[in-house]
């Protein structure tokens, strides 16, 4: 069985779906401390042929805090009207806006349950099956930390074999996960490219501008573009 295991972030780029695409199951982290100044609560998208950053609101966002601590604090309305000016025009934006109003409608706030309920509106819009699990919700041992816990969590479920991000690579040795039975790979995304309105093409976007101009079929597609190390 694959695993994958990663904090969540709202509607982050492609490799992260990547990722929870290529495996049986995978653990939103929700129960690890907040990342302070990353990628957690922001993207980029595309608007007036430029790459445009945008922030989503938190409430009680700190490091001190674990991720189902702190919750979603925006009312997404000024984000409605960004994503309207950015994609009116894009082949797939009524459907990709029918999911994000689900998305931002949703009533639990939390970070854990708010962000897992993201993933799940967009992979069943993909249709893809993978099992979504709430880190919290499982009966684990929180008195570990990096590696030992991630080994723990597959174990615990019966993964025999674990996915990261390339940037993992820096972090965790195949070595060590094999002498416990698990075989570690890394995702590498490959070059994505496809068509963003006649502009000249602007990667490394959020997934929301993937969803935009592709269809689940050609989502699907890209998906797959990426190395396995």
């Known amino acids: 069985m694959k695993l994958g295991i990663m904090q969540p972030y709202f509607m982050p780029y492609i490799g992260y779906w990547q990722l929870m695409a290529a495996v049986d199951k995978y653990v939103v982290y929700d129960d690890v401390n907040y ?9 980029n998208i595309l608007l007036n042929g430029e ?7 938190l409430k009680g966002a700190s490091p001190n805090k674990l991720f189902d601590e702190v919750e979603i604090g925006d009312d997404f309305k000024k984000f409605r009207k ?3 000016s950015a994609y009116k025009k894009a082949p797939y934006y009524d459907q990709v ?3 994000l109003e689900d998305i931002f409608n949703y009533e639990q706030r ?3 349950h708010f962000m897992m309920h993201q993933f799940q509106c967009v992979l069943n819009y993909l249709d893809i099956h993978t099992e979504l699990i709430l880190s919290s ?9 990096g590696k ?12 025999d074999t674990y996915y990261n991000a390339i940037g993992g690579q820096e972090l965790y040795d195949k070595a060590d996960f094999k002498n416990e039975g698990i075989n570690l790979s890394f995702i590498e995304t490959k070059q994505v490219e496809y068509k963003q309105f006649s502009n000249p093409f602007i990667s490394g976007l959020s997934m929301i501008d993937v969803l935009m101009f592709n269809s689940p079929q050609q989502v699907r597609t890209l998906l797959n573009a990426y190395n396995l190390i």
């Open 35 to 43: 990342i302070k100044g990353g990628w957690v609560s922001r993207n």
């Open 137 to 145: 919700t499982l009966k684990k041992d929180n008195s570990l930390r």
């Open 148 to 159: 030992e816990k991630v080994k723990h969590i597959c174990h615990l479920l019966g993964a």
């Open 110 to 112: 939390d970070l854990g």
């Open 97 to 99: 806006m029918f999911i």
């Open 82 to 84: 960004m994503l309207e």
């Open 51 to 57: 790459k445009h950053l945008f922030t989503i609101i």
